[in-house]
Each structure stands twice: as structure tokens, then as C-alpha cells.
Nanobody
């Protein structure tokens, strides 16, 4: 089992920045590819970003490419999502996820573990 706890969400004006954190506990964090997803009201949950267990490979949704950066610190069992140039359409609940295969994020596979989510609201 892996437990994931997100933090760092909040209310920010358009153009601002936020950094989300996801602290993992349980099984070996470094063995998992980590990802971020989001779900806006009335919409399906969507992929945002993913990072391989080593941190050398990353992938982003086209909608956030160039504005968001995913990173991880395996010594701290934590993954981050730095969000810059935020837009009102980025408003959503953001979820952290852990998957045994990095490629699974691009294939649309369901991650093995999910966090409880953190709300991000971007005002115009």
C-alpha cells in the first residue's frame, strides 16, 4: 500500500503561481512513477503530468505544457507540481497518483494509488 497526501492548493489570481506537494508513505516511493490529474466540476478527471521513478522522464498534457513542472524528491518521498501562469480553466481538484509503470500514464491506465485531492481555484 502507498498512501498519498496532497497539499498546497488554494485560491490564486489568474497569472499567479502555486506549488502542489504530494507526500507518500508506505511502500517504496522510488519504485513508482508519479502523476498528477485534475477534475473540474462537471468534467471527467484528466491527466496533467507524470514523472518516472528516477525523475529523468516527464510528460505533460498539452494544456499545461510550458506552464507546469513536475518534479520529485525520492529522499523526501514527495512529488511536486509547480504551476505558473495559472488560468481560470486550471480550476479543479488536483489529485496525486502512483503507478507501477510510467508508460501507463500515456496509455490511459488507471494508477495503482490515488490521493484525496486538493482544490485549486484560479480567479479571473
Amino acid at each position: 500500500q502507498v498512501q498519498l497526501v496532497e497539499s498546497g492548493g488554494g485560491l490564486v489570481q489568474a497569472g499567479g503561481s502555486l506549488r502542489l506537494s504530494c507526500a507518500a508513505s508506505g511502500r517504496t516511493f522510488g519504485g513508482y512513477a508519479m502523476g498528477w490529474f485534475r477534475q473540474a466540476p462537471g468534467k471527467e478527471r484528466e491527466f496533467v503530468a507524470a514523472i518516472s521513478w528516477s525523475g529523468t522522464d516527464t510528460r505533460y498534457a498539452d494544456s499545461v505544457k510550458g506552464r507546469f513542472t513536475i518534479s520529485r524528491d525520492n529522499a523526501k518521498n514527495t512529488v511536486y507540481l509547480q504551476m505558473n501562469s495559472l488560468k481560470p480553466e486550471d480550476t479543479a481538484v488536483y489529485y496525486c497518483a502512483a503507478a507501477s509503470k510510467f508508460g501507463g500514464y500515456m496509455n490511459g491506465d488507471n494508477p495503482d494509488y490515488w490521493g484525496q485531492g486538493t482544490q485549486v481555484t484560479v480567479s479571473s
